[in-house]
């Protein structure tokens, strides 16, 4: 049996803390579910593709991945797009898209209810 690994990047971990608390407190399941999506092993955080962001995204949505934005694809609508990561190539598209990247804190500060966002895995 083995013992559960503790996190070590400190960003991670005040994230997962942050999304907790913002669940517990305003009772919105999306936060705790981004939560224990982000607690799992890193090799099981999401990498998703701008094309797949593209095929399953409509003009002006909000798209949430808990893990990193990676550059394969093209982008053809404006979207806004939080992630944990972002390689530079997806950061680049977006932007050339007229969309917007933010990170996850970011999305949780604008939008403490959760409304209106697509978790992409």
């Known amino acids: 049996m ?3 690994v503790k996190k070590t990047n400190p960003r991670l971990t005040s994230l997962i803390t942050t999304l907790k ?3 517990r407190t305003g009772e919105v399941k999306i936060w705790r579910d981004i939560a ?3 607690e799992a092993s890193t090799s099981a955080h999401a990498e ?3 094309s797949k ?3 399953y995204a409509a003009e002006g949505e909000t798209i949430l991945v808990p893990g990193k934005v990676l550059g394969s694809g093209m982008l053809n609508q ?3 797009v939080a992630a944990l990561n972002f390689s530079e190539s997806a950061v680049s598209k977006i932007a050339k898209a007229q969309g917007t990247c933010m990170t996850i804190e ?3 500060a604008n939008n403490p209810k959760g409304s209106r966002v697509r978790i992409l895995r």
Request: no cysteine; charged share 30%.
């Open 21 to 23: 608390d913002a669940s």
């Open 36 to 38: 224990n999506r982000l």
């Open 48 to 50: 998703v593709n701008i």
């Open 2 to 4: 083995t013992g559960r």
């Open 106 to 108: 970011e999305l949780l």
């Open 78 to 80: 404006s979207v806004r």
């Open 53 to 55: 962001i593209n095929r």
